[in-house]
């Protein structure tokens, strides 16, 4: 006799929450010390819900699918020489920055989803952490076997896991992860399950996936499609647990508000590195960082929040000054690159007209007023043989980490500057924003490794550039400076030159 | 304590990682031109506490120097602004005479030199 087939909802039933069971031997507290302490009331674990109820063993079944799909493309491209039909060499430096700032942040977020599954105590929930904190694991190593077929060509991707750790942009997504990990579960779960993989996600990967479409790097975008199935998942997750924790219990609001305000300002902060690369590394542009800020915060996020609303949630405390400074972090970005790219693992280079040309129409307020300008007196001293770099070390924000390089809100001809001073020593921050967050936990960021400050006090290699940068294990010469006269320019130019002469 | 964390004990466990002990004595010192965000933001550099003020002119000259306006910078007219306040500062005196502690900011603005042609650049 044949068992009878169990429908969708009691397979989800039996493998997910009926895996649970009630401790005999004991106290349930003990077995879950860390979802507690953050001030979050929990009354019934079982009002989660799932909506994509997906249990272990469709899980693996769907994964392994995706994986032999994809590894089937990215066997064909390098079969294809597909490194050869992009749109220039430039694009590359894309895949540095995604492979050194993006995929470890993937693997840290494969830790975080392992521990909070771990210590989230309903099954639901433990579920769903669980299958992402596997997923992100996936994303890594997929990204790393598709970037590593043009680490085979191109200079600056072979040191990545070191350079997270080490070199001073890398700190800012690298200390966003680590300020997460270090929070309780349940911030953890609002950072990034919500703020990160909900509010911001799509513009970290629309830009990245329509960008590698545009720009001919089919791989890149196969893994792009292959994580997306991933990403409306986590998406879901995010919704599910904002919504949770503000319909378990009254007190859970403020806290929960503190969080998105944090996380919002966080996230917004380390996208701008996303924001330049739309507006400025893309040899094919998909759209402006402008435009699609416009698209999936200000109307997407507008929507949101004003769903959220009957919980009593508001937008993020500083979302209206992001979206003023919409209308520069990219071309002040793109400056910090181009002018400190001699001490960085990738190229940056000068717009030419007709991308400038691109500029002033995409952003009709800022461009010609303030950054055109910027760019011809550079543009001026690369044609005079004087290619500008920045001949000193930046002060840095003590939240973000990144350079204090953006403008006062609404007067973008003044450096913004904040400070506070905590037992004795100041601390300067870039924003209200990061200001409020080192106000509001100063404990936590005082222990901040900012890789300025290291290298004075001695812990990068030694006192001079040159030792840093071979701690920070970037082959001078090779790896940094513009991209005009660099080793991959030589490889691209040679590649086009030999595509010309076998047609011709 | 502001954090809430699970351990009681969380502040003694803390590492201060920007006190003035741990830069070998040294002063750690932001200085930041006005009206010329084409450099990226301002400097750090780290000195001992004796440095005479008038070095910082020094330093600032060698960071500076690419920028067509910094030839022309007057540095007996420069207008200086310590950690938020109005100073005049002594350049023969040292920088902790002249009110500069360990992460001081200092700005300054150069009359007359508003940028590359007229824009904050």
């Known amino acids: 006799m044949t068992a009878k087939k169990l429908s969708l909802k009691q397979r989800y039933e039996f493998l997910t929450r009926d895996l649970d069971w009630e401790p005999s031997y004991q106290p349930v507290d003990s077995i879950f010390p860390y979802d507690q302490f953050e001030g979050i009331k929990i009354k019934d674990w079982s009002g989660w819900e799932d909506p994509f109820r997906l249990t272990m063993d469709s899980y693996w079944k769907f994964q392994a699918e995706k994986e032999r799909k994809l590894y089937a493309v990215i066997d064909a491209f390098a079969q294809n020489n597909g490194q050869t039909g992009i749109s220039d060499g430039r694009y590359i430096n894309v895949l540095k920055l995604f492979l050194t700032a993006i995929s470890p942040a993937e693997y840290q977020a494969h830790r975080a989803f392992a521990f909070t599954g771990r210590h989230l105590r309903g099954a639901g929930t433990r579920v769903a952490c669980q299958m992402q904190s596997i997923d992100e694991l996936r994303h890594i190593q997929t990204q790393i076997h598709t970037i590593s077929h043009y680490n085979k060509f191109f200079d600056g991707m072979s040191e990545f896991p070191i350079q997270h750790d080490r070199v001073f942009y890398l700190s800012v997504p690298k200390s966003f992860f680590d300020d997460a990990r270090s929070a309780g579960p349940f911030e953890f779960m609002i950072a990034i399950g919500f703020a990160f993989e909900y509010l911001l996600t799509n513009l970290l990967f629309v830009p990245f996936m329509s960008g590698a479409a545009y720009n001919g790097d089919m791989s890149t975008v196969t893994f792009g499609f292959s994580a997306q199935s991933d990403e409306s998942r986590h998406m879901t997750l995010g919704i599910e647990v904002i919504k949770f924790l503000l319909e378990q219990h009254p007190d859970n609001l403020p806290i929960v508000q503190r969080w998105v305000d944090k996380w919002f300002w966080r996230g917004f902060r380390l996208l701008g590195v996303v924001a330049a690369m739309m507006d400025y590394m893309l040899p094919k542009k998909v759209m402006s960082w402008k435009e699609a800020w416009d698209i999936y915060f200000v109307e997407a996020g507008g929507a949101l929040f004003k769903d959220l609303a009957r919980y009593g949630l508001k937008m993020p405390k500083y979302a209206n000054v992001a979206t003023e400074a919409c209308e520069h972090i990219s071309h002040q970005n793109w400056g910090l690159f181009y002018q400190l790219c001699h001490v960085a693992g990738f190229h940056a280079w000068m717009p030419d007209a007709e991308h400038m040309d691109w500029l002033s129409e995409k952003y009709p307020n800022t461009f010609d007023k303030y950054y055109r300008p910027r760019f011809e007196m550079w543009a001026k001293q690369e044609k005079e043989g004087k290619r500008f770099y920045f001949n000193g070390l930046p002060q840095l924000c003590s939240c973000c980490q990144l350079p204090m390089l953006y403008t006062e809100p609404g007067d973008p001809t003044k450096t913004c500057f904040r400070n506070s001073t905590f037992k004795g020593t100041r601390y300067h921050f870039c924003s209200d924003g990061c200001k409020d967050i080192f106000d509001n936990e100063p404990e936590k960021y005082v222990q901040s490794w900012l890789p300025v400050n290291q290298i004075f006090q001695g812990n990068c290699g030694g006192a001079t550039v040159p030792e840093v940068l071979d701690w920070y294990k970037i082959n001078v010469g090779v790896d940094n400076c513009d991209y005009v006269g660099s080793p991959d320019e030589t490889l691209w130019k040679s590649w086009m030159e030999q595509r010309f002469s076998e047609a011709g | ?121």
């Open chain 2, 1 to 121: 304590m502001s954090v809430v964390a699970i351990t009681p004990d969380y502040e003694k466990h803390i590492q201060y990682r920007d006190e003035q002990a741990l830069y070998h004595g040294a002063l750690l010192v932001y200085v930041h031109w006005e009206e010329h965000l084409s450099f990226v933001s301002a400097f750090a550099v780290s000195l001992p506490p004796d440095t005479p003020f008038g070095a910082i002119c020094e330093i600032a000259k060698g960071i500076y120097g690419d920028h067509p306006d910094a030839a022309q910078i007057d540095w007996m007219k420069v207008e200086w602004m310590i950690d938020s306040e109005q100073a005049t500062p002594d350049f023969g005196k040292s920088i902790a005479e002249n009110g500069v502690g360990h992460k001081s900011l200092i700005r300054f603005w150069t009359p007359g030199l508003h940028g590359y042609q007229g824009t904050p650049n």
